[in-house]
């Protein structure tokens, strides 16, 4: 029969008590799963809104109406609807503004000038989907202004020196 020196007990002692421990340890350590997530969503830009210019309008003896254009450049990711709509000007009612004087006008969707440009989506707006968001996926989009005729001319009958007028018209992108 062998008999075990103290070292070696010690030894023996040692590892049982940490393994004791370890499993007591053990005992006391829950876990639990933690889910991770994250929402993408594809996204638009506009990347600039032209000024809309009618230029110097003078009496119009035919009544012919003035027509000036504006372009929005946007992106939106590949397949992504978009909506382009405009809301009433800074004074509600699409009306330019000068030196006490006033001129009414109207913006459309289409070079036909048949569509009136709505405030929101329930109205008429310019619509399409995205094509990627680089910068070769630009979409220019044009915005269509008219003032009658007879207003103008209402206008330039009434005055002695030429006026400035003009409003401010925020254009909104809606994308889904």
């Known amino acids: 029969m062998k008999i075990l020196t103290t070292t070696k007990l010690l030894l023996i002692a040692s590892a049982t008590a940490l393994l ?5 340890q053990a005992n006391n350590t829950r876990t639990g799963d933690m889910e991770v997530t994250a929402q993408v969503r594809g996204t638009c830009l ?8 009618f230029g110097l309008l003078d009496y119009r003896a035919s009544e012919a109406p003035a027509d000036a254009t504006a372009v929005v450049q946007l992106r939106c990711v590949n397949n992504i609807n978009y909506h382009l709509y405009a809301d009433m000007g800074a004074r509600g009612n699409r009306t330019l503004e000068g030196d006490g004087h006033t001129l ?16 929101d989506t329930t109205g008429g707006t310019i619509s ?6 680089g910068i070769p996926n630009m979409i220019e ?9 007879a207003d103008i001319n209402a206008l330039a009958n009434s005055l002695a020196d030429e006026v400035s007028l003009s409003d401010t018209v925020v254009v909104t992108l809606e994308f889904n």
């Open 20 to 24: 004791m421990a370890s499993a007591a």
């Open 46 to 53: 506009i990347n600039s809104v032209g000024d809309m210019p």
């Open 104 to 119: 009414a006008y109207e913006l459309y969707t289409d070079s036909g000038y048949s569509t009136v440009l709505g405030t």
């Open 128 to 133: 399409g989907s995205g094509a990627g968001m």
């Open 141 to 149: 989009r044009t915005i269509y202004g008219r003032i009658l005729g």
